[in-house]
């Protein structure tokens, strides 16, 4: 029996708990077992009456000890039962946290507490998002209610917790947790996907970490808060470069989630409500210098085609199955990603461009990948999509009725949803996959 884990994912509302704690089970092969769920079953209720803000506060004294109990409860049983465990809650004092530190030494295993965290703006920026969805409100004093009481996790040890920055991309903050023994990723299981037959009549791409990687986000990122900064001073207000990042960030924040709602936003709304959040009303000129700012800073960072790209779209033409680009687009526009894909020697070999600011949707909406298909008079069902996300490339592919390819070499998608038809690890892999 390999080494037993017993990790508890805390922290405050809206600071990515779910996905890490989502990410860390699959990565030791453990069970996760969820407050909200424990929760819902207790309740006997509705799970999206379970989840209104306003009704969360109004539960009765003692209910809150009641779901920790049963939470640890089942944990301790999973773990005693030789299994690894991972619990997805709050945590949010330090006797309940000690609890779950003292099964984890009784049953012999491996303890861990795992802090997620966000900047406060980037928590009220996705809570005030969720508000809107639900047409409701009150999720923002329950994280305010939840921060006051909160008590910071400085019981343990340093080899026992570790606190995380979860605005980072999932496979980013599990790098971090590897430092704190955390086993490495295991290769794919995905056999090789030997010879893809038959031979596709076209083959869409998605872009970013696909065709493309921005190697020195980190750059463009500073470059876009100095500059939303700077606006903010020009305009009058007293802005620190925190303050400033805090505001981009929310706002980011408000970008991805209307991204997963499949409702398409850029530099011009990311902009708006990060001037916003700052109290700033930036003149027509200003705002359009500021968006377009935002818009080319991809340009300072380093920008290159993934291994084996160019290549590889050079057999398919070579071959004459012709070439389609499908791209949800954020702070970068498609007329900037074209110039970046330009640059990189790919652009020539995409027959057709598809991005999201210019269709209007992202991606897994089925007119994303149609209108990259129909210019080429290929029918889906003789088409081939290669991505790196299940949720938009493989998801959405697959509902119009084209063979999907999900790529690992730069970012490997282990989500829960459904896996592609092919998993490679390279361009390389897929251009022999593919006979060329």
């Known amino acids: 029996m390999g080494e037993r884990w017993f990790v508890a994912v805390g922290g ?12 860390i089970a ?4 453990a069970e996760r077992i969820e407050a909200d769920d424990i929760r819902h079953e207790l309740l006997d209720r509705p799970s999206e009456i379970l989840h209104e803000a306003r009704w969360l506060r109004e539960l009765r004294p003692g209910f809150s000890d009641e779901v920790y109990r049963e939470l ?23 006797a309940r946290r000690e ?6 030494l009784g049953a012999g295993a491996r303890f861990l507490f795992v802090e997620c965290r966000v900047p406060e703006a980037v928590a009220i920026g996705r809570l005030r998002a969720r508000d809107r969805a639900a047409g409701r409100s009150g999720w923002v004093a329950l994280y305010r209610d939840l921060a006051e009481h909160y008590e910071p996790p400085d019981e343990f040890a340093p080899s026992e917790v570790v606190s995380l920055d979860c605005q980072h991309d999932v496979e980013t903050v599990l790098r971090e947790l590897e430092a704190h023994g955390l086993p490495t990723a295991r290769p794919s299981t995905v056999p090789s996907p030997g010879r ?5 009549r076209a083959v869409t791409f998605d872009c970013w970490n696909t065709l493309l990687v921005e190697e020195d986000w980190p750059r463009a990122h500073a470059l876009r808060v100095a500059a939303l900064h700077d606006v903010a001073a020009e305009a009058g207000r007293d802005v620190t470069p925190a303050m400033a990042g805090s505001a981009f960030d929310a706002a980011w924040g408000r970008h991805q989630d209307l991204w997963h709602e499949g409702v398409a936003s850029g530099s011009r709304e990311i902009a ?18 500021l968006v377009r700012l935002f818009e ?20 398919l033409v070579a071959a004459n199955v012709p070439c389609g680009l499908v791209c949800d687009t954020g702070l970068t526009p498609g007329r900037q990603v074209r110039r970046l894909l330009d640059r990189s020697g790919l652009l020539d070999a995409l027959a057709t461009q598809v991005f999201s600011d210019e269709v209007g949707v992202p991606k897994p909406a089925a007119l994303a990948f149609t209108a990259a298909l129909e210019p080429l008079g290929v029918a889906p ?14 998801a959405g592919a697959r509902a119009v009725g084209m063979r999907t390819v999900r790529i690992r070499d730069r970012h490997d998608d282990t989500g829960d949803e459904a896996d592609a038809d092919y998993v490679v690890a390279s361009h390389t892999e897929l251009r022999n996959a593919l006979g060329l």
Do not use: Q
Not at 26 to 29: A, C, E, N, V, Y
Not at 99 to 104: D, L, Q, V, W
């Open 72 to 94: 640890l409860r089942r944990g301790a049983e999973a773990v005693g039962a030789g299994r690894s465990i991972v619990l997805d809650g709050c945590f949010p004092t330090a």
């Open 272 to 289: 708006a409500w990060g001037l916003e959040a700052l109290g700033v009303r930036a003149s027509e000129p200003v705002f359009e210098h």
């Open 26 to 29: 699959r990565r030791l092969d």
């Open 12 to 23: 405050l509302v809206a600071s990515g708990k779910s996905t890490v704690a989502r990410a």
């Open 99 to 104: 609890s779950a530190r003292r099964i984890a």
């Open 381 to 394: 069902e003789d088409a081939l999509h290669v991505g790196d996300l299940r949720r938009t490339d493989v």
């Open 296 to 315: 080319e800073m991809s340009h300072t960072s380093h920008v290159k085609a993934l291994d084996g790209a160019r290549e590889l779209l050079g057999s």
């Open 196 to 200: 893809i037959h038959p031979t596709p």
